[in-house]
């Protein structure tokens, strides 16, 4: 550079405002920061409500089901937000959204089982919404939900059971050689989809016979993840005859649950194996965004865990997970495979209420462009769908109970002993 052309640029320069200099490893940081940006956009596919938002919600796994696959394919990745304050920890009670409890017990030559199940009976030839919860969830995981669809139709009630190996519901196998009970344990559990479905089948008409019911109620039966798989299940068999006025399937789909189960053991092994408290049990549901609405996660999780034992090795007390899932790992693939097909070609209305487009296989694209389901699309919601946005579920499944009435089904008047013809009733 020549003398004239140095004086040229310090004349420039000191036309220009003073910037003091970067400090040490200031590009590297911001090279850092773009990179994080970059990876929080992978998660950031909806808009993230606030955490008590009731249309919140968040992709999550406590249910073996179908799972949100993000960009990254983690799919059990969760993504952390604010803790939640304290006033927001603290345990909600069953009967804030049920009217009873009641223990109903069953009996065969391999075991006894003793349903637990929370309900609201119908009122005035009302409608029944029968529930069943996913894998490690509860009745109660239905809670808030059941609060919502009563406010709607009033003269509607709601039954929500544990599933065996789940809850407060119990089975006591029977040796039959010995003819004795023997001790309850993960090992001697059946969870075969068929004695699920048999159970839902047993529950409906134990509850009948326990409240006196002459005969049952139009009934909506309702399943979310493996719930869904149940209840699809006990429609295609035709057990419940002509009550069952239609299903509703929450966030599950054949295809895209049956490829989640493949990461299900990695998302299991990052769960905390106990919490010290009941509310640190639903802050780590609430953080995690597992259950980002703060209300149900309050009612619902209590139900997940239960106080471990006193031993040698553990001298605090603590709260473990009652359902041991990776137990049932032997049951997964049976659970979901033939789900598009028996949820197409069973009798009733249908309804499938998914989190996002992506989960569709290519079976229930065809059914849906042929006009063989109703669906709707939640995408602000996760895969717990009932407890992420209860008031919005309850809106959709009201609209299906009142499209699919009976009740509200108007007949032509009778000419001559028969239906009137367009030409009797015009003439």
Request: aromatic fraction near 8%.
């Amino acid at each position: 550079m020549s003398d004239l052309q140095r004086s040229f640029a310090r004349a420039k320069l000191a036309g220009l405002p003073f910037e003091p200099p970067l400090p040490p490893n200031t590009l590297l940081e911001q090279d850092e920061e773009e990179d994080d940006d970059e990876n929080n956009k992978k998660y950031e596919q909806f808009p993230e409500p606030s955490p008590d938002d009731d249309d919140s919600s968040a992709s999550s796994a406590s249910s073996t089901g179908t799972i949100r696959p993000l960009p990254s394919k983690l799919l059990f990745a969760r993504v952390k937000g604010p803790a939640p304050s304290k006033n927001t920890l603290s345990q909600l009670p069953w009967n804030d959204f049920f009217a009873n409890e009641i223990f109903l017990e069953k009996s065969s030559p391999t075991g006894n089982v003793t349903h637990h199940v929370y309900i609201t009976q119908p009122t005035n030839d009302g409608p029944l919404f029968v529930t069943h919860h996913g894998a490690g969830s509860s009745g109660l995981s239905f809670a808030v939900f059941a609060s919502e669809i009563c406010k709607i139709i009033p003269n509607a009630g709601v039954l929500s059971l544990d599933a065996r190996g789940h809850g407060e519901t119990t089975v006591q196998k029977v040796d039959i050689e010995r003819k004795e009970d023997t001790k309850p344990s993960d090992n001697a559990l059946d969870l075969r989809l068929e004695i699920f479905s048999q159970d839902l089948v047993d529950v409906i008409e134990l509850t009948r016979q326990k409240l006196s019911w002459t005969q049952l109620p139009d009934l909506i039966l309702v399943g979310h993840s493996l719930g869904g798989a149940v209840i699809t299940d006990v429609a295609a068999t035709g057990k419940l005859g002509s009550s069952v006025l239609g299903y509703a399937v929450l966030d599950v789909v054949e295809g895209s649950a049956i490829d989640a189960l493949q990461s299900m053991q990695n998302y299991l092994s990052t769960r905390p194996v106990s919490f010290p408290t009941l509310a640190a049990g639903i802050e780590w549901h609430t953080r995690t965004r597992t259950i980002r609405n703060s209300l149900s996660a309050r009612v619902s999780v209590p139900s997940l865990l239960h106080k471990s034992p006193f031993t040698p090795l553990n001298t605090t007390q603590s709260y473990t997970w009652r359902t041991n899932l990776s137990a049932t790992q032997p049951f997964w693939q049976h659970w979901f495979q033939g789900l598009s097909a028996k949820f197409l070609s069973a009798r009733g209305a249908k309804l499938l209420i998914l989190a996002g487009t992506d989960r569709l296989d290519k079976e229930l694209m065809i059914g849906q462009m042929q006009g063989k389901y109703q669906l709707h699309v939640i995408p602000e919601a996760g895969h717990f769908i009932q407890e992420d946005v209860p008031a919005k579920t309850a809106n959709m499944l009201a609209e299906f109970y009142k499209r699919n009435d009976r009740s509200a089904m108007v007949l032509p008047a009778k000419v001559g002993g028969r239906l009137g013809s367009l030409t009797d009733l015009a003439g």
